[in-house]
């Protein structure tokens, strides 16, 4: 398990390589968020995204715990920038390893769904004249709530 907050470019090739080295891995399912070249149709020069140091990893390597509890997977790499990111690069790499494709692409799909939603970054959009912060977004909220576990009925 690894989980990073980086301030330079992250490498999605050579972060998926050393995973696909796990032994029994039988799936690699990777995810990289891209840094758009506009954001509600206007162009942008930059992302800014800040994040709340030590409680973010903390924050993300408990959810990876719960990732790991709920499917069997054998390896889990979180790559998050901070800083300035401009069009092009990567803010995010999301990748698991399983035995099977079924467990490997769910736990990336919870992992993002979680980071979309509820870690501790903060993201302002850099025009060539101002910035203004994102606010969350209910459709983000929509596809996270598909995680959380039901109580038992017999419970």
């Given amino acids: 398990m690894t989980v990073r907050i980086a301030t330079q470019p992250i490498d999605p ?3 998926a390589a050393e995973l696909a080295r796990l032994q029994n891995a039988g799936a690699l ?3 990289s968020g891209i840094c758009r070249g ?3 149709g206007a162009p942008i020069a930059a992302l800014f995204l800040e994040h709340y140091p030590g409680m973010a990893e ?3 390597e408990r959810h990876v715990t719960e990732a790991k509890s709920r499917w069997p997977i054998l390896g889990v790499r979180v790559v998050h920038r901070t800083g300035r990111i401009e069009p092009g690069e990567t803010i995010v790499f999301v990748a698991t390893v399983s035995a099977h494709r079924q467990a490997a692409f769910e736990a990336a799909e919870f992992l993002m769904d979680y980071l979309k939603t509820r870690a501790p970054f903060w993201k302002k959009v850099e025009s060539k004249s101002s910035g203004r912060w994102i ?3 209910d459709k983000d909220d929509t596809a996270a709530a598909r995680w959380i576990k039901k109580p038992d009925a017999a419970e």
């Fill in 38 to 40: 506009e954001e509600d």
């Fill in 13 to 15: 090739a050579a972060e």
């Fill in 29 to 31: 399912v990777t995810f």
């Fill in 135 to 137: 606010e969350a977004q």
């Fill in 58 to 60: 903390a924050e993300i």
